[in-house]
């Protein structure tokens, strides 16, 4: 995907996000990671140039936090039709963020492992990559309890339980099953662009 398309989706999602969104305060909440992405990903784009399928994934990972801080998570309409669907019980969009929040951050560590040769054996890299996935996925959600904390009743669609008492680790078993996934299916992919960058 070349840049000025990148640029492109990414700034028509944010601005359709921010057009009545459900609620100003959860938009930005959920946004703020996409704006910063944004802004690392510009500062480093000349002085440490990332494979195209890494920003194809930040990308994506950007519009599923942009759909959901539009709609919130628990209210993304084609996810509440799923759930009539097939009786789910609940609107399950957050699981895809969740997942997305492995599947990702597994290949942006995996980039920065290999580019700078920190961890030069595959089978330790692997164990380190998904377990640095496993523990951003646990630290969003320490931030999304110290949010609810510190804004009280304004956070719960912030946080988008459902009343289901599992959901913070279901959260975690995602993002864990998404950076398991995104190793498995990708990494073939990734090397072959790893040697051109």
Not at 100 to 119: D, H, L, T, Y
Request: one cysteine or more.
């Amino acid at each position: 995907m070349g840049k000025l398309l990148w640029l492109l989706v990414f700034f028509a999602v944010l601005l359709w996000s921010a057009i009545a969104p459900k609620d100003y305060f959860t938009w930005f909440l959920e946004v703020v990671p996409a704006l910063v992405a944004f802004v690392v990903l510009a500062f480093t784009y000349q002085s440490f140039r990332l494979t195209p399928l890494f920003y194809t994934l930040i990308l994506i990972h950007c519009l599923i936090l942009m759909v959901g801080g539009h709609y919130t998570y628990a209210e993304v309409p084609l996810f509440d039709t799923l759930s009539e669907m097939f009786d789910w019980g609940r609107n399950d969009y957050d699981k895809v963020g969740h997942f997305a929040q492995g599947f990702v951050p597994v290949m942006v560590a995996r980039e920065i492992v290999i580019r700078k040769g920190i961890i030069p054996f595959p089978e330790w890299r692997n164990v380190f990559i998904v377990m640095f996935c496993l523990g951003f996925s646990a630290f969003y959600e320490l931030v999304e309890w110290w949010v609810a904390l510190a804004t009280g009743e304004g956070a719960e669609a912030f946080l988008g339980t459902q009343g289901y008492i599992w959901d913070t680790q279901s959260d975690m078993g995602f993002a864990l099953l998404g950076a398991i996934m995104g190793l498995l299916l990708l990494s073939k992919w990734h090397d072959k662009q790893l040697v051109t960058v």
